[in-house]
């Protein structure tokens, strides 16, 4: 240990972070020094503070450079000459050292004296005491001699309680107040996307309507001017009033998450980002950012707000880096680089979910690089995706995608850890049978796994994608114009498709005059849906040759014959929404009571809007069983697969259950619901 009495060079920090020079002898070798030292607190010199975080940087310094004191505050670091040493620690204010010179030793070790850092924390409300969110605050410094023009400002955001905090302060004195800024929004979204979504809330209230006149990009004070000082480590208080309100109706029936973040020691991190993705049911889409993100604050505090009911994975990314340090890659709670490992967090209308922890050790982003051929090991001119994996929880990112070059090879960067399929597909264009005019010609993948290392190359070979060639049976006198029918399928298998919802799907296509048809250009786990048949048709099965029932997915990755079975023996339901003071035109659904058939495509779900003359509607093409009824006042499309059963399950308890048997033509009047946003 090395002894106090011993150590020769003593580093006092100011208000501000020091820049000092230490001068240590005895050259070790060529360009570099040997620094020991040890991080004690300033006002009293005999508290080791441990574990502070020691970062060589500036000339000759290489990336990722950093040790951590131990648990006595000391520390040992070899840096180049012309390198500077930050050390910085939660709750302190950071010191930058200048190593020049030569080496040191056990003797000739230097105290780094860390002081205490000062927060301010509060709310912002109106007038009438309601909080007011995303109100920007502004902070500056008042005793440091700049001239009132030149004073750097600190900003910050409330969040949806009208909370903000500014930390890492010297002590000294300052000034705060609320403020607008009505071109900000657009500056923030451009500059940095965690903040676009913070402002959207505020309205300008009756009293202020002057300050709309205001010039745009000219932030205008909106609270008193409160003057501020503190001290080396103290928190101070304060309510800002202001007349400027929010609109408080887009955070109604919405939900939050709140929590910390800290590193390997227990320790709260500070200025990283931190954002939530909405997970769904199938997995067959990625999951979706979701309202505002947030970053930690000095205590490695956050608050998400603004999200609509679901599950959510937490994802926690890395602030800002100098270009000399290697990316880092995100982290999801509880504390894994793998996004299907990652636990849920529930989130319930006009509730939080608080005190979550996550741990918060990342790990480097590396590149992937490889080289696409066909069949015949000829480089391909396609597009190469990188797909998340979705074991474990089921929950995937969005893909990644790129074009090949014209030898084949590909190459991505800034990829994280985890399990990835990489595949490869080779577009063919002027295609009829597709809504964009292109089809998939050739398909190839590969599974990998990436570390802490660059993976590569890796070697993709393409080959033909399937055709299915399919038939029409049907139960009950045929029809005589088979243009009256439409087949359309869709890929499933998220793996082997892209994100897409137009490219996932072939267009409709419609049987021959002796009721086949065919569809190229597919690629894994497919479902036929029937489109634009004529009233009282339903798809009952599909014959694979095994019987599926409609809807159900089936393997497509090599050619194949269906029989596509049509019935019908069908229902209808006819009515009227009864008036009510909800604008809109109201959407009717008809959905089986068996969860199973809740699917977008499915015979077992069929909606309508009423007339708006009349406020009359025909559900038809009904297969028999049990189904829920209900008008939506406030709806217009149904959703996507992945938030279909969501919606189902919240439209259960506020439906009518009925029975249609085949030939059924009930009537029955309905009373709108509205569903919370």
Do not use: C
Request: hydrophobic content about 40%.
């Amino acid at each position: 240990m090395i002894k106090r009495e011993d150590l020769m060079r003593v580093l006092t920090m100011s208000a501000v972070a020091l820049v000092a020079t230490v001068v240590l002898p005895q050259p070790v070798s060529g360009q570099e020094t040997s620094v020991y030292g040890q991080v004690v607190l300033a006002d009293d010199p005999r508290v080791e503070i441990a574990r502070a975080r020691i970062a060589i940087g500036g000339a000759g310094a290489q990336a990722a450079s950093f040790v951590f004191a131990d648990d006595h505050g000391q520390f040992q670091v070899v840096a180049p000459r012309a390198a500077s040493l930050t050390i910085t620690r939660s709750g302190f204010l950071p010191v930058t050292l200048k190593v020049a010179g030569a080496a040191s030793s056990l003797s000739t070790p230097a105290t780094v004296k860390l002081t205490r850092a000062a927060a301010v924390s509060g709310r912002l409300v109106d007038l009438k005491g309601e909080p007011v969110v995303g109100g920007g605050v502004r902070l500056w410094r008042t005793d440091d001699g700049a001239p009132p023009g030149s004073r750097s400002m600190m900003t910050t955001f409330t969040n949806d309680l009208g909370e903000f905090r500014v930390g890492g302060l010297a002590a000294g004195k300052y000034e705060i107040s609320s403020y607008h800024d009505f071109d900000e929004q657009a500056r923030i979204r451009t500059n940095d996307e965690m903040q676009s979504g913070l402002l959207r809330l505020q309205r300008v209230t009756d009293e202020n309507r002057a300050i709309a006149a205001r010039v745009i990009g000219e932030p205008q004070l909106l609270s008193d001017v409160t003057p501020i000082e503190i001290s080396a480590g103290a928190d101070a208080q304060v309510t800002l009033r202001q007349a400027l309100s929010s609109n408080r109706d887009g955070l109604r029936g919405s939900g939050a998450i709140a929590g910390a973040v800290i590193d390997a020691f227990g320790e709260p991190v500070e200025r990283v980002r931190v954002r939530a993705w909405r997970t769904s049911g199938s997995g067959r889409l990625p999951a979706q950012q979701t309202g505002a993100a947030a970053v930690t604050d000095d205590r490695g505090q956050f608050r998400l707000f603004h999200l609509p009911p679901g599950a959510y994975v937490v994802e926690v990314l890395p602030a800002s880096q100098q270009p000399s340090a290697p990316a880092m890659g995100p982290l999801y709670y509880p504390g894994t680089s793998l996004v299907g490992q990652a636990s849920f967090v529930s989130v319930d209308a006009d509730e939080a979910a608080s005190h979550l922890t996550i741990n918060y050790v990342p790990s480097p982003l590396v590149s992937l690089y490889g080289i696409a051929v066909d069949a015949a090991g000829m480089p391909i001119r396609g597009v190469v995706g990188l797909i998340a994996t979705s074991s474990g929880n089921g929950v995937r990112l969005a893909a990644r995608t790129t074009q090949t070059a014209a030898d084949g090879s590909f190459a991505f960067s800034s990829v994280a850890p985890g399990e990835y399929v990489v595949r490869a597909t080779l577009l063919r264009g002027d295609d009829p049978r597709s809504p964009l005019g292109i089809m998939p010609a050739e398909f190839g993948l590969q599974r990998v796994f990436v570390n802490d290392v660059n993976v590569g190359p890796v070697r993709l070979t393409t080959s033909p994608t399937a055709k299915l060639l399919g038939r029409i049976e049907f139960e009950g006198t045929p029809p005589s114009t088979p243009a009256d029918f439409g087949i359309r399928a869709i890929a499933t298998d998220p793996e082997r498709t892209t994100d897409s919802p137009l490219l996932r799907m072939t267009s409709t296509v419609s049987p021959n005059s002796d009721w086949t048809f065919e569809i190229r250009g597919l690629m894994g786990m497919t479902v036929l849906n029937l489109e634009g048949a004529p009233a009282g048709w339903w798809l009952k099965a599909i014959r694979t040759p095994i019987t599926l029932p409609a809807g159900e997915p089936f393997d497509v990755s090599s050619d194949i014959e269906v029989v596509l079975v049509l019935s019908n023996a069908s229902a209808r339901v006819t009515g009227r929404v009864l008036p009510n003071a909800m604008p809109g035109i109201p959407l009717v659904i008809a959905f089986s009571t068996d969860e199973g058939q809740w699917r977008n495509g499915s015979s077992y779900i069929r909606y309508v809007h009423a007339r708006s003359q009349d406020r009359t509607f025909a559900v038809q093409s009904l297969p028999p069983g049990e189904y829920f009824l209900v008008a939506i006042a406030n709806a217009d499309i149904m959703p996507e697969d992945d938030e279909l059963t969501a919606l189902l399950q919240a439209l259960v308890p506020l439906s009518k259950r009925i029975n249609l048997v085949a030939g059924d033509a009930q009537g029955h009047d309905l009373a709108p619901v509205a569903l919370r946003k």
